[in-house]
């Protein structure tokens, strides 16, 4: 089945360091790639999405690139803030089929002052 | 602000009790979701409605039961439940359940404690 795999945290980091949080996937078609960030006392917002090969998804100072060589969708930022702290997660869907999102189990990110 | 609200935010009930959880969408979308977030756990889909009829129920035991009134109103009624339960309910709405690109919009959830 489709399958989402993200890195364990928590990833902890200082103000200003650059940021990578891995997620690689399984899927039997084609699928749409999510990032979905959590704050503290909240429900997910969509981040960031990239709905074809090559295609890069941007926000906020994040970026992700859909890797359908490597089965990928990793989330970058270069300088990280400690507003940035939250629970990052990766998602997938089927364009044209299933209609449920299969998610990642979530990425703690901490940043430090 | 996601254009999806809960009610109540804040939840602690005995196992005895019957309660309800609110979920309103302001966004025109046609689809809408219940999910369980635990500690240490994925996000866990419970139900899907479309246009106001049930497409999916995830093997959710029957002491949570859906009710969609419309397109723009959930809710998810509670009753007799366990401790294990304790959780945050979130809410999401989609444009479709099917032929769009996947996003969804949720709502800040519910902390449900059950004592």
């Known amino acids: 089945g489709d399958s989402v795999t993200q890195m364990e945290g928590p990833v902890t980091l200082s103000e200003e360091a650059f940021l990578t949080i891995n997620c690689t996937y399984t899927a039997t078609g084609y699928p749409s790639l999510f990032w979905y960030v959590q704050y503290p006392g909240e429900g997910l917002q969509l981040l960031l999405k990239a709905t074809k090969a090559d295609d890069k998804g941007s926000n906020k100072g994040f970026e992700a690139t859909y890797r359908k060589e490597t089965t990928s969708f990793h989330l970058e930022k270069g300088s990280v803030q400690v507003s940035d702290s939250a629970v990052y997660f990766c998602a997938l869907t089927l364009s044209g089929g299933s209609y449920i999102p299969t998610f990642g189990r979530g990425t703690s990110l901490i940043v430090h002052p | 602000e996601t254009g999806v609200t809960q009610t109540p935010r804040h939840l602690v009930m005995g196992m005895t009790n019957k309660k309800s959880l609110k979920c309103e969408q302001h966004l025109g979308h046609n689809a809408m979701y219940w999910y369980k977030q635990s500690a240490k756990k994925p996000l866990e889909l419970m139900f899907v409605y479309s246009l106001e009829e049930r497409v999916e129920n995830n093997s959710v035991p029957s002491r949570f039961s859906p009710e969609c009134p419309n397109s723009s109103h959930l809710f998810l009624h509670l009753h007799t439940l366990q401790p294990e339960d304790s959780a945050l309910y979130l809410c999401?709405?989609?444009?479709?359940?099917?032929?769009?690109?996947?996003?969804?919009?949720f709502g800040p959830g519910t902390r449900l404690t059950v004592t």
């Open positions: 999401a709405s989609s444009q479709d359940v099917a032929g769009w690109s996947g996003e969804q919009y």
